[in-house]
């Protein structure tokens, strides 16, 4: 069974994979699992992942302005 996120597979990334998880602000860990919220795709750790899956915490949400258009006064 083949372990991606470990060894030979992140030798290439960036950093070796290490960087600040979006969702927890820690710094220098591993963020190699990938989720998406709003449209986007965010990388984010290991117990992250399993605390989302498991309903205890939630993405950062992405909020897009939506474009009013100018109300016509009659």
Not at 26 to 42: H, P, T, W
Not at 46 to 59: D, E, P, V, Y
């Amino acid at each position: 069974m083949s372990k991606p996120h470990r060894g030979r597979s992140i030798r290439e990334l960036f950093a070796r994979g290490r960087g600040e998880c979006p969702v927890c602000k820690r710094n220098n860990v591993k963020i190699l699992y990938e989720q998406e919220a709003g449209g986007k795709k965010f990388k984010i750790c290991k117990t992250c992942r399993a605390a989302i899956k498991n309903g205890t915490k939630s993405l950062p949400v992405v909020v897009q302005k939506e474009e009013s258009a100018p109300e016509a006064s009659a």
